[in-house]
Each structure stands twice: as C-alpha cells, then as structure tokens.
C-alpha cells in the first residue's frame, strides 16, 4: 500500500534533528509516491518556559523559525507542479503556558496550513521534564512524579486538556503522537489498564474536532517498536469517528517512511 500523505515531518531547523535539505525530503517524498506532506518543524517554546531537555534542544529559535518559514515557502514554490506541500509546525502544549500558546499562534498562525499539538513536557514535584529525551530523563520523571502510573496519568490528562484548550483561531488541528509516553515502555514496562487512560482522551478529542497523528517514529525507537498510537488505539479512534492522518516524524530522509508498513491505511483520513 502506497501512503499518499505525510503530514509530520521535520526539517534542517530542528535542533535535535539532522542537516538533510528541505528539498532532499520532498525528492524522497516524490520518490516514495507521497502527493501531499507537511513540515511541521518544532515551533519556539513559549516565552518564560525554560527547556527542560539535557541538551536544550526540544526546538527552534524564534529567529530560526522566520528562517524556516521562509525556506518552506521557497520549497513550495519549486516543485508547485509535482507535489502539496503545506507550512506547519508542532506546537507543544505546556499547562500554565496557554495566554502565550495562543499569541504566538496569533501572531504567526496566518504563515501556517497544517500544524500539530504535542505533549512532550510534564510538570513533577520538583521540576519540569522531557519525557522523550532519554530513558534516564524518563525514569527520572517517573521518581519526580511518584511512579510510572502517576506519570501516565498525568500525560493523559495533558493531551485532554490540550484538545480542550483555548488557543484560539489558528490553534493546531491534530494530536500529536498521542501514545509518545510509551517511547520506552520496554524498559520500563506501562501500568496495568494504561489503555483506558488513552481510551478516555478520544470523546475529549472527538468533541474538540481534531484530527490524531497515527505516527509511525515509534515503530524506529529501540524501546517501543509500535506506532503512536499502536493499533488497537489507532482502530479506536476511527471507530469513534477521529480521522487519522499518517506522519512520519522524519527527522531526516532516511526516516521519511517511518513505520509506514505498520500502518493500517483502511483508518486514514483522506489518503490524498
């Protein structure tokens, strides 16, 4: 099965990623038979919100990102006649944070066609962490929190409240990887009935109108080996009536196809 769409991929401006061109994505996108995709680059965490990451790298500058957007619109334009190519970004939800979600949003949501809304920071005792940096910073927030069944919660609980959340016109119309929180549930095993949490985020995100990422990076993780979210979720989902758009989370080229053999494209929204 040829998937028609990518809507999750990154780009030379993420930090944490790799120096392959914009333009190298889109030839291996072309390649792969894709006849839409979007760049959804990490957006600049919010003012006042100091990067939680070892490395510091969970995202782009805001001079990076006038750079990335103006490179996005250059890539469009060059290959207008071969391939859809939208201007995204993956904004992260951080509870506490929405006033300056939604400015940024105001501000630069007239540049964007197709963004997602991620979790990827949670709030312990103590202090703020990135969950899927390491398996040590993981660990890490499972002892700050009081438990990996603590931690899943509280995850859970931010992805509905960042599909309820008011972030205004422009606010990102997918969830991101909704199941990142199981990046390393190999090495450190999920709690029991961690499904229902998951199960009990899809009428929040059904009544919200948004979309989900069916993600298939995990699928590429040492520590996970499933996509985000893994299959009995992704059928979930579909069956509640959420459409499902396929992302990568490319990285780099090589990771345009991303568990793209795992996917089930009977679920997916509009495979063009």
Not at 50 to 68: G, N
Not at 96 to 112: K, S, V
Not at 209 to 229: H, I, Q, R, S
Request: glycine content about 8%; charged content about 25%.
């Amino acid at each position: 099965m040829i998937l028609l769409r990518n809507g999750h991929i990154h780009s030379p401006f993420c930090p944490h990623g790799s120096d392959d061109s914009l333009e190298a994505y889109v030839e291996s996108a072309l390649q792969s038979g894709y006849t839409k995709l979007t760049f959804t680059e990490h957006a600049p965490l919010p003012e006042g919100f100091s990067d939680p990451a070892p490395d510091k790298d969970s995202a782009m500058t805001m001079r990076d990102l006038e750079r990335y957007l103006k490179a996005v619109e250059i890539v469009k334009e060059k290959y207008k006649r071969d391939i859809v190519i939208l201007t995204g970004l993956e904004i992260d939800f951080i509870k506490g944070y929405e006033e300056q979600t939604r400015n940024f949003l105001n501000n630069y949501g007239p540049h964007l066609e197709d963004s997602i809304l991620s979790v990827h920071f949670l709030q312990g005792e103590t202090a703020w962490h990135c969950i899927d940096f390491s398996p040590a910073a993981f660990e890490e927030a499972t002892k700050d929190v009081g438990g990996t069944r603590n931690l899943y919660e509280k995850y859970f609980r931010q992805i509905a409240l960042s599909a309820r959340a008011d972030l205004g016109e422009y606010k990102p119309g997918r969830i991101g990887h909704m199941s990142l929180i199981r990046k390393f549930h190999q090495l450190y095993p999920s709690p029991e009935n961690w499904e229902s949490m998951a199960s009990d985020t899809l009428p929040v995100i059904k009544s919200s109108g948004m979309f989900l990422d069916y993600n298939g990076a995990g699928c590429t993780k040492e520590f996970c080996k499933e996509t985000y979210p893994p299959i009995s979720i992704a059928r979930e989902a579909y069956e509640t009536g959420i459409p499902l758009v396929y992302g990568s989370d490319a990285h780099t080229v090589s990771g345009l196809n991303a568990g793209s053999e795992l996917i089930d494209g009977n679920l997916l929204h509009s495979n063009d």
